[in-house]
């Protein structure tokens, strides 16, 4: 009998984590396709357990309260800038904030419109240590074991599958400590 995701406190989790687990760090490496949702429009989105589609969330276009405009429907591409779909049928598509887009996506015109480009930065994750259910921006969110979340912003730390990790970011290789030779004088 297959065991059901515990509910978690992301905070709480988290720290249980760092107890055991060391943080990796990594940066977004594609572009997305974007647009302005419209209040109240639904979007599921899609992850994968044991091979088998699982609704990772289902969420509402909603007001952006910093902004009063609406989110955006973001769906991952692959370098071609051609909408990845999974092995289901089913795109990756999420929707994120105004403010929240704005700050983490620059528009990409080189690609075509409607394509944006993650402004760069490097991000703190922690691996996921079993099937969990936590609560991400108002939403419930299923993530297995094997997904990240990212602890960057302890303000705003959030859950990612480990497909869409692995098709979304890439690990940053650790600096290597620099060893001074001691020479005698």
């Known amino acids: ?5 515990r509910r978690v406190d992301v905070t709480k989790y988290v720290k249980e984590l760092l107890g055991y687990v060391k943080p990796i760090k990594a940066e977004k490496k594609n572009c997305i396709f974007a647009r302005q949702g419209k209040v109240g429009e639904k979007v599921i989105t899609w992850s994968e357990k044991a091979g088998e589609p699982i609704q ?10 910093k902004t009063g405009k609406s989110g955006y429907v973001v769906t991952k591409i692959d370098e ?15 929707i994120i904030n105004d ?6 996506y620059v528009p990409n015109p080189e690609m075509g419109e409607g394509i944006y480009k993650p402004t760069g930065s ?15 921006w108002g939403k419930e969110m299923i993530i297995g ?7 960057t912003n302890p303000d705003d730390m959030y859950g990612i599958s480990k497909r869409d990790f692995e098709s979304t970011y890439r690990i940053v290789p650790e600096e290597p400590t620099k060893v001074r030779k001691i020479t005698k004088e």
């Not at 403010?99 to 983490?104: I, L, R």
């Not at 074991?145 to 602890?151: A, F, K, M, S, T």
């Open 1 to 5: 009998m297959e065991s059901q995701p």
């Open 122 to 136: 490097v991000q703190i994750f922690v691996e996921i240590q079993e099937d969990i259910i936590l609560e991400q």
């Open 145 to 151: 074991r094997g997904g990240y979340i990212n602890i």
């Open 80 to 94: 071609e800038g051609r909408v990845v779909i999974d092995a289901h049928g089913h795109d990756n598509t999420w």
């Open 56 to 65: 990772e969330k289902v969420d509402f276009v909603t007001l952006d309260e």
């Open 99 to 104: 403010s929240v887009f704005h700050a983490k």
